[in-house]
């Protein structure tokens, strides 16, 4: 009876074929008693659980927005005033009303990771009903998965398809279409862009994270999963285009407004100081009457040198705001100006919002899918009291987060939790799949699954195209680290009004020592701890 | 007597011209931008609205000290300018030659800023007097931030939903405990016809062909090696 069962030949076999379990595509059907999660599974989980752990603060200061966003006027759209009224509040004049909102009024941003500071309610309160209406979401697993993504698949289009039109009838947006269309050539020569943009592709794909294994797991065998990985994967691009488009369009808005702006400032200073007639200095004129000034009243012009601002286009057009705080900051300071700012800026956050969770769905979905195919597991706990714990956990971490210094924590996780180890897990998947599994054996599968056999294109790609792209974007990432020296960040500085560049603490510097070693070091450290076992296993058969 | 006159006209404007100059003791200096704020409407300004605007600061000087005493005459305006801009200074007719204190003109200019400005069709931002700054009109905040009450409500439905499928699922649970009793219970009973073997009731089965198990249709060695 025992020797109809398949046996390993040695322990790497075993291994590896849990790795390539961990790839998934319908392998689950054949192979349903093996391996629980170990080696690559692993890596992929703890990747995902410390994803989900700050993921979740976007959705709670998407929700903050949001709620926000049913005042007139729009919070964001004027500082407010300081305590005896008789001007703006200091540290709002020194920056944008929108700046001001994020750091100050969101965030409540202490000065530098070192002052924690106190839980904002606030933002807690917004992470506990991110997380419950994640709860909501997969409480039933697929089956109420199944129909969220629905919404949170078809609603961004919508969204993004009113904000098309009305960003392309902006004035300016024709100035932003340009600055995204003519290519910067020197840029295309710097290998720091092209990296970025694999990265993009990667993370924007969600590769790696387990997420689309779990997904596919839930499958039928014939599923044809080639046509649906195209089909994904032109989607996911033709909507990063699409996407492009918008957002240069509201760009090119906010740049030409700002723009305008500074020279409105500029000719308004100018007639004040020299007591012009009123109109006389347009943004047309300005160059040359600049000069006429000069001339006329050297000494007053050559005192006044230093206020007057050079509005460039370009420039506003090149600010590019840091991390997260792009989505926030770029977009609310386009909405305010424009007519009916309440409805875009609604339409806007939801639309974040469900990108939001739709990714949360996709991240809880990777850790969730092994902890409840696991026998252990599931034969004590239902699945809902499962999702719950896990929820529970994640939103108690995600607390840290909520407190003054939280968002530096934030772009700690964000910048290395998930960086590193991703591109070694996929490229671990890649190989596994390919030369280990066999690509003849997988070809076979395919043939199975989808009817036929997969053309040389997909072939070349697996077995050399992919891997040979992952290590050299591994080895240009582990280089880049390594030159840049000691880690650095950006702080608001709030009496200034500016972000200012700090060092890490020596304990910051080992949480992210920590986050990387952790979820790189699970391939080859799971892969020891069953050759261990399984050596130790074999030494108890032989002495028994 | 027509000399007498004229020097006597002439030292009151030489008074009033060392009253009033740029920077000058208790002056003030106002800017307005009428173009900008009327656009299309905007009046040019001209001997009529500069009596306008003595009669406007006379006026608010009577409100302040509620006096009664400040004449249109008290109020001096010099270097004009095409901006619109001019320096002014309000004198003491009852003490000879000298300036109310800029502090009070200040308070009255203050206290009647509103009704200067519509005098003018203009605004705190459009009829600027340099140095005296206006107090700004705080945003009304209702008394429950709107943001709570539209965060309450998001809550408060995210909570019945998940409520709604806990105990939805807790309820469909006990129910399909129950039946799987009420089927065994029935098995027990009666002497059915059915005959189950593993779960699987025996008339379904093809017994002719059997059941094909999958985990053993995977392996290709069918026999033991030897």
């Given at each position: 009876?025992?020797?109809?069962?398949?046996?390993?030949?040695?322990?790497?076999?075993?291994?590896?074929?849990?790795?390539?379990?961990?790839?998934?595509?319908?392998?689950?059907?054949?192979?349903?008693?093996?391996?629980?999660?170990?080696?690559?599974?692993?890596?992929?989980?703890?990747?995902?659980?410390?994803?989900?752990?700050?993921?979740?603060?976007?959705?709670?200061?998407?929700?903050?927005?949001?709620?926000?966003?049913?005042?007139?006027?729009?919070?964001?759209?004027?500082?407010?005033?300081?305590?005896?009224?008789?001007?703006?509040?200091?540290?709002?004049?020194?920056?944008?009303?929108?700046?001001?909102?994020?750091?100050?009024?969101?965030?409540?941003?202490?000065?530098?990771?070192?002052?924690?500071?106190?839980?904002?309610?606030?933002?807690?309160?917004?992470?506990?009903?991110?997380?419950?209406?994640?709860?909501?979401?997969?409480?039933?697993?697929?089956?109420?998965?199944?129909?969220?993504?629905?919404?949170?698949?078809?609603?961004?289009?919508?969204?993004?398809?009113?904000?098309?039109?009305?960003?392309?009838?902006?004035?300016?947006?024709?100035?932003?279409?340009?600055?995204?269309?003519?290519?910067?050539?020197?840029?295309?020569?710097?290998?720091?862009?092209?990296?970025?943009?694999?990265?993009?592709?990667?993370?924007?794909?969600?590769?790696?994270?387990?997420?689309?294994?779990?997904?596919?797991?839930?499958?039928?065998?014939?599923?044809?999963?080639?046509?649906?990985?195209?089909?994904?994967?032109?989607?996911?691009?033709?909507?990063?285009?699409?996407?492009?488009?918008?957002?240069?369009?509201?760009?090119?808005?906010?740049?030409t407004f700002n723009y305008e702006n500074c020279l409105n400032k500029v000719i308004l200073m100018l007639t004040n100081v020299f007591d012009l007639e009123e109109g006389s200095l347009t943004a047309d004129n300005l160059d040359s009457m600049k000069d006429y000034l000069?001339?006329?009243?050297?000494?007053?012009?050559?005192?006044?040198?230093?206020?007057?601002?050079?509005?460039?286009?370009?420039?506003?057009?090149?600010?590019?705001?840091?991390?997260?705080?792009?989505?926030?900051?770029?977009?609310?300071?386009?909405?305010?100006?424009?007519?009916?700012?309440?409805?875009?800026?609604?339409?806007?956050?939801?639309?974040?919002?469900?990108?939001?969770?739709?990714?949360?769905?996709?991240?809880?979905?990777?850790?969730?899918?092994?902890?409840?195919?696991?026998?252990?597991?599931?034969?004590?706990?239902?699945?809902?009291?499962?999702?719950?714990?896990?929820?529970?956990?994640?939103?108690?971490?995600?607390?840290?987060?909520?407190?003054?210094?939280?968002?530096?924590?934030?772009?700690?996780?964000?910048?290395?939790?998930?960086?590193?180890?991703?591109?070694?897990?996929?490229?671990?998947?890649?190989?596994?799949?390919?030369?280990?599994?066999?690509?003849?054996?997988?070809?076979?599968?395919?043939?199975?699954?989808?009817?036929?056999?997969?053309?040389?294109?997909?072939?070349?790609?697996?077995?050399?195209?992919?891997?040979?792209?992952?290590?050299?974007?591994?080895?240009?990432?582990?280089?880049?680290?390594?030159?840049?020296?000691?880690?650095?960040y950006q702080a608001w500085d709030a009496t200034e009004g500016q972000l200012v560049t700090k060092d890490y603490p020596s304990y910051a510097l080992a949480v992210i020592g920590l986050l990387v070693a952790a979820s790189t070091m699970c391939i080859p450290l799971g892969?020891?701890?069953?050759?261990?076992?399984?050596?130790?296993?074999?030494?108890?058969?032989?002495?028994? | 007597?027509?000399?007498?006159?004229?020097?006597?006209?002439?030292?009151?404007?030489?008074?009033?011209?060392?009253?009033?100059?740029?920077?000058?003791?208790?002056?003030?200096?106002?800017?307005?931008?009428?173009?900008?704020?009327?656009?299309?409407?905007?009046?040019?300004?001209?001997?009529?609205?500069?009596?306008?605007?003595?009669?406007?600061?006379?006026?608010?000087?009577?409100?302040?000290?509620?006096?009664?005493?400040?004449?249109?005459?008290?109020?001096?305006?010099?270097?004009?300018?095409?901006?619109?801009?001019?320096?002014?200074?309000?004198?003491?007719?009852?003490?000879?030659?000298?300036?109310?204190?800029?502090?009070?003109?200040?308070?009255?200019?203050?206290?009647?800023?509103?009704?200067?400005?519509?005098?003018?069709?203009?605004?705190?931002?459009?009829?600027?007097?340099?140095?005296?700054?206006?107090?700004?009109?705080?945003?009304?905040?209702?008394?429950?931030?709107?943001?709570?009450?539209?965060?309450?409500?998001?809550?408060?439905?995210?909570?019945?939903?998940?409520?709604?499928?806990?105990?939805?699922?807790?309820?469909?649970?006990?129910?399909?405990?129950?039946?799987?009793?009420?089927?065994?219970?029935?098995?027990?009973?009666?002497?059915?016809?059915?005959?189950?073997?593993?779960?699987?009731?025996?008339?379904?089965?093809?017994?002719?062909?059997?059941?094909?198990?999958?985990?053993?249709?995977?392996?290709?060695?069918?026999?033991?090696?030897?």
């Amino acid at each position: 009876m025992e020797k109809s069962r398949p046996l390993w030949d040695n322990p790497l076999q075993f291994v590896f074929a849990c790795i390539s379990y961990a790839v998934g595509l319908g392998n689950v059907w054949r192979f349903p008693y093996l391996c629980q999660m170990y080696g690559g599974g692993i890596a992929s989980v703890v990747v995902s659980f410390f994803l989900s752990m700050y993921y979740n603060v976007i959705n709670a200061w998407a929700f903050w927005y949001l709620f926000h966003s049913f005042q007139d006027p729009l919070p964001w759209a004027s500082c407010p005033l300081n305590s005896n009224h008789t001007g703006y509040d200091e540290e709002c004049a020194k920056t944008t009303s929108t700046q001001y909102f994020w750091y100050r009024k969101t965030l409540n941003i202490s000065s530098s990771i070192e002052e924690n500071g106190n839980i904002q309610w606030e933002q807690a309160v917004c992470l506990i009903l991110a997380w419950l209406v994640v709860y909501l979401c997969i409480l039933r697993g697929t089956e109420s998965t199944g129909k969220v993504v629905y919404v949170t698949a078809s609603l961004p289009y919508f969204v993004l398809i009113i904000y098309l039109i009305r960003g392309l009838t902006l004035h300016g947006a024709v100035n932003g279409l340009i600055y995204m269309f003519t290519p910067k050539l020197e840029q295309l020569a710097n290998p720091k862009a092209w990296i970025n943009a694999a990265t993009q592709i990667f993370f924007s794909l969600g590769l790696g994270f387990g997420s689309l294994i779990a997904f596919a797991s839930y499958n039928e065998p014939n599923n044809n999963c080639e046509r649906h990985a195209m089909i994904v994967s032109l989607i996911n691009s033709t909507t990063s285009i699409f996407a492009s488009i918008v957002t240069f369009s509201i760009y090119g808005f906010k740049a030409t407004f700002n723009y305008e702006n500074c020279l409105n400032k500029v000719i308004l200073m100018l007639t004040n100081v020299f007591d012009l007639e009123e109109g006389s200095l347009t943004a047309d004129n300005l160059d040359s009457m600049k000069d006429y000034l000069t001339t006329t009243y050297p000494n007053e012009y050559a005192e006044l040198l230093p206020q007057i601002k050079n509005c460039s286009l370009e420039d506003e057009l090149d600010t590019a705001v840091q991390g997260t705080g792009l989505a926030f900051i770029v977009y609310s300071e386009a909405i305010k100006n424009m007519e009916v700012s309440q409805l875009y800026s609604v339409l806007y956050f939801i639309m974040l919002l469900t990108l939001g969770i739709g990714s949360m769905l996709g991240n809880t979905a990777a850790i969730l899918t092994p902890l409840t195919d696991s026998k252990f597991l599931s034969s004590h706990l239902p699945r809902e009291v499962i999702s719950g714990i896990v929820c529970f956990i994640n939103c108690i971490v995600g607390l840290v987060f909520t407190i003054e210094a939280g968002n530096y924590w934030f772009d700690i996780f964000n910048d290395y939790a998930a960086t590193l180890s991703l591109l070694l897990i996929v490229l671990v998947e890649t190989i596994a799949v390919c030369y280990v599994y066999g690509l003849r054996r997988f070809e076979k599968d395919l043939h199975l699954m989808i009817g036929h056999k997969p053309n040389w294109y997909w072939k070349i790609m697996w077995a050399f195209a992919s891997p040979v792209l992952i290590i050299s974007l591994f080895i240009f990432y582990l280089t880049d680290y390594i030159r840049s020296g000691t880690l650095q960040y950006q702080a608001w500085d709030a009496t200034e009004g500016q972000l200012v560049t700090k060092d890490y603490p020596s304990y910051a510097l080992a949480v992210i020592g920590l986050l990387v070693a952790a979820s790189t070091m699970c391939i080859p450290l799971g892969a020891l701890i069953i050759f261990i076992t399984k050596r130790l296993k074999k030494n108890v058969s032989i002495r028994a | 007597m027509l000399g007498v006159l004229l020097l006597a006209f002439s030292l009151v404007t030489i008074a009033h011209a060392e009253l009033c100059r740029p920077d000058a003791q208790n002056a003030f200096k106002v800017r307005l931008s009428i173009k900008s704020a009327l656009g299309d409407n905007a009046y040019s300004w001209d001997a009529s609205e500069e009596y306008l605007f003595k009669a406007m600061v006379a006026f608010a000087m009577r409100r302040y000290s509620s006096k009664e005493t400040t004449q249109i005459s008290d109020v001096l305006l010099c270097n004009m300018t095409e901006r619109v801009s001019f320096w002014f200074v309000v004198t003491d007719s009852s003490r000879n030659v000298t300036t109310v204190p800029g502090s009070e003109v200040e308070a009255a200019i203050r206290m009647n800023r509103n009704r200067i400005n519509s005098a003018f069709l203009l605004t705190d931002k459009t009829l600027q007097f340099l140095k005296i700054s206006s107090t700004l009109s705080p945003l009304i905040e209702p008394s429950v931030p709107v943001w709570l009450i539209v965060f309450s409500v998001v809550l408060c439905l995210t909570v019945a939903g998940i409520a709604f499928l806990v105990v939805s699922g807790i309820w469909r649970y006990k129910k399909s405990n129950k039946e799987s009793v009420e089927t065994e219970d029935l098995e027990d009973k009666c002497d059915t016809p059915v005959t189950i073997e593993n779960g699987i009731p025996c008339d379904i089965l093809d017994l002719k062909t059997g059941q094909i198990n999958g985990v053993y249709a995977a392996d290709d060695e069918r026999f033991t090696p030897l």
